[in-house]
């Protein structure tokens, strides 16, 4: 089901709070916990896990995964945690308030709409879906359940982000943009080799829950281990790093709906079986007339990531660690601001606070489809070998 773009801003918008994760309890009642369940027990999952146990009011209380190995490493994490094999079983556990979703991208959107079915908070990692169609049905779950969704694109909540954003973008400092600049090279998650024991399928792990909505296809270590090199599990480079990038920049310069996408790469180096592009360039344009590029190859030879914002009056370079102001003119000195704190734990924290309040995230389901959408375009592009035109009132991709 589709929702119109008035249903889609209903209630939408960047919505910064003033609590703090330690006034939770001042706000849900004294001896109020928030009992949290986790989905998908990867590296990313437990990561995002152990930082969810560092704020006080947050108790694990069940883990779920379709390998064995997996949940059982999680519980141990989790004292007292029961451990789930299917998310439809997780989610009939009384003691959950809060979900954390991790599992590869082809399962995003199934249990982020049967948690917030469930009644349950969610906050789930990026891209926050597998295809473009699948987004307005989590936006319309989140908002008919009144349920907070906050999708992990932590640079949403970064302190050196959102300084940036209000003292370059909220002032027009940087004058009329007209490119933004994205990159990301040499990212090691999407060349990860399957370990030697699962050669063989282990017995507790459920090779058809794990592909799920997707084609049958025989037991394939590498599918399972590195989902993010086939399309069929994910969107390779373009879902898993633009989506972030591509958010700071609709963050930075207030617009999130592309007009139009093209795209060019292919699988250069790495014949090993993937089908998502080891090497690929997208661009697209916006209705404000300006223009965001991303560039990403797993090549050795190349290493980087970041986001350069150009306008009339300057330029604006940011990072995870840092951010840089170099103003017009031969003469300008350039301005360097350091990262500071973690943001994922204050993406975490942000979530918390909303749990709390009730307040949009700064990472909202809708949000999160706007970023992970203008992925979706890019690949459409290199997979259709077309520039894809994009109606941005009705969201939909125009006919040739």
């Known amino acids: 089901m589709s929702l119109s773009r008035r249903q889609l801003l209903r209630g939408a918008g960047y919505a910064a709070t003033s609590l703090t994760a330690a006034s939770y309890a001042r706000v849900m009642g004294a001896n109020d916990r928030l009992r949290l369940g986790l989905i998908g027990c990867g590296g990313r ?85 597998l295809t473009i169609e699948e987004g307005p049905q989590i936006v319309r779950a989140a908002r008919v359940n009144n349920r907070i969704c906050q999708v992990g694109m932590q640079q949403r909540s970064g302190k050196h982000y959102l300084r940036a954003k209000q003292e370059y973008f909220d002032t027009g400092k940087l004058g009329k943009i007209t490119l933004a600049r994205t990159w990301w090279h040499g990212n090691g998650a999407h060349l990860m080799k399957a370990p030697p024991e699962l050669a063989k399928q282990p017995s507790n792990l459920d090779w058809a829950r794990y592909l799920g909505p997707v084609k049958w296809r ?22 898993d790093l633009f989506t972030h990038w591509i958010d700071v920049v609709h963050m930075f310069v207030g617009q999130e709906i592309p007009t139009s996408a093209v795209a060019a790469g292919g699988i250069y180096h790495y014949k090993d079986g993937r089908t998502a592009p080891d090497t690929i360039t997208v661009l697209l344009e916006y209705p404000g007339e300006w223009s965001a590029t991303f560039e990403a190859t797993l090549s050795p030879g190349a290493r980087g990531a970041g986001v350069e914002i150009c ?22 000195q350039p301005v360097v601001v350091k990262a500071e704190g973690e943001i994922t734990i204050d993406h975490i924290r942000n979530f918390i606070d909303c749990v709390g309040s009730r307040k949009l995230p700064n990472g909202d389901v809708l949000i999160g489809h706007r970023s992970a959408q203008a992925s979706h375009l890019g690949n459409i592009a290199w997979v259709q070998k077309r520039r894809i035109k994009f109606d941005p009132v009705r969201e939909e991709i125009l006919p040739l």
């Open 45 to 129: 999952g437990v990561g995002v896990m152990r930082l969810f146990q560092k704020e006080p009011v947050i108790t694990v209380t069940a883990v779920c995964d379709v390998y064995g190995v997996r949940a059982d490493k999680a519980a141990t994490l989790a004292p007292g945690a029961r451990s789930f094999a299917d998310h439809r079983r997780f989610l009939e556990h009384k003691d959950l308030d809060v979900v954390l979703i991790a599992t590869p991208d082809h399962w995003h959107a199934a249990c982020t709409i049967d948690a917030l079915n469930a009644g349950k908070d969610v906050y789930v990692e990026k891209p926050l879906t």
């Open 218 to 239: 025989e037991w394939d270590p590498q599918q399972y281990w590195n989902f993010r090199a086939y399309l069929d599990f994910g969107g390779g480079q373009v879902t």
């Open 311 to 332: 306008g009339t009056e300057g330029r604006l370079f940011i990072d995870r660690g840092r951010y840089e102001f170099q103003a017009a003119g031969r003469s300008a």
